[in-house]
């Protein structure tokens, strides 16, 4: 009697190559949803707030990255390849790169101003999430900011913290450490300004006793007159979006980052409704704490985020070396926009000597201001 044996299912294992290929078109996939996903929920969606601190880098990293894959696969995967370069060359634009390019020569009789926007790092104090200037720094702070030498300063985090936010009174110290200064504060931002100022449009504190910082307004307004037109200055220093104190494995950690993005929706409601209804020429800067503006988060018609004229072509102001924070420079939280007959001369970060974990951002700009209006 003959034995049968019955054949044993053996099924030849993919080449390396058709693996690869198989992974590459995963990848890529897994890579547009996350891509479309994002470009949808940023600024739309609480819980993303946890994605959107991405360096916006890898949406041109990543994309390049599986291309140079690709092209090592055979046979080529051109349908894979050719969704690369869509999604490449719709995410360059939002990686960040630009800036570094010609500023606006100032026309022929124009006033021209110096503006430094800066968060400041908690003031003077050194104290905040990051302590990393140790001690008392008000000489240095202050001597940082008098060799400046601005027509109009834009200052956020005006303030020390100590288990909470300590609000400053010390108008008197600005204007005796400014002589020749207009002074206005609003909670925890300060603008400083030579020119003349002709408005300001504060919003009143509400009843608890830290409503000035947690509901106060984040996007200070300033009208000052240059030449024969009024020019609105946009003091702005928008919520974080979570606590880096706080564990991740607390409901407190979901609970504060949820109504901090209540609170930036409410403030880019107001500050886009203030701005709709200015007719000024007009410049808005500060800490946005988002690498999205002016691309995946808009502040209305016509108010265009500026490029800087000044540094690398991929800009960053977020974190400064040796403050604490242990990342390398990858974020441009900082940013400057305008609308109107507003020339850009010069835009560049600048760094300072330990004093915040932001660059400041440095600005010559000139306005058409010959006759009144």
Known sequence: MTEVVSPVDTETPAPPRRRLSRTLRAATAAWVLFFAAHVLLTGRWWLWMFVEPVPPLLLFAVPLLLLLLAAAVRPRPRWTALVLVAVLVAGTPLAGFGGAG??????????????????????????GYKDFRGDD???????????????????????????????????????????????????????????????????????EPDSW??????????????????????????????????????????????????????????????????????????????????????????????????????????????????????WRLDWVFTRGEVDVARYAFRPNPRLSDHQAQDLTVSLPCGSAR
């Open 102 to 127: 010609p500023g606006t020569a100032p026309r022929p009789g124009a006033p021209v101003l110096r503006i430094f926007s800066w968060n400041t790092g908690y003031w003077e104090s050194g104290t």
């Open 137 to 207: 720094g008000t000489d240095a702070f202050y001597a940082y900011l008098k060799q400046q030498n601005a027509d109009v300063y834009l200052l956020g985090e005006h303030l020390h913290w100590n288990n909470g936010p300590v609000r400053l009174d010390d108008e008197p110290t600005l204007r005796a450490r400014f002589p020749g200064y207009q002074v206005n504060v609003e909670g925890e931002l300060v603008t400083l300004s030579r020119l003349p100022v002709v408005g300001t449009h504060p919003r009143p504190d509400g009843p």
């Open 213 to 330: 910082y947690w509901h106060g307004n984040k996007a200070q307004r300033t009208d000052v007159r240059v030449g024969g037109c009024v020019f609105s200055l946009y003091n702005v220093h928008l919520p974080q979006p979570v606590d880096t104190r706080l564990s991740p494995f607390t409901g407190r950690f979901y609970s504060f980052a949820h109504g901090q993005y209540d609170r930036v929706q409410t403030e880019l409601g107001a500050l886009r409704a203030d701005l709709a209804g200015n007719r000024n020429p007009l410049l808005v800067a500060g800490d946005f704490n988002s690498p999205w503006m002016g691309s995946l988060i808009p502040l209305g018609d016509g108010v265009e985020a500026r490029d800087l004229t000044e540094g690398a072509p991929l800009p960053s102001s977020f974190p400064l070396a040796d403050t604490g924070w242990g990342m390398p420079r990858l």
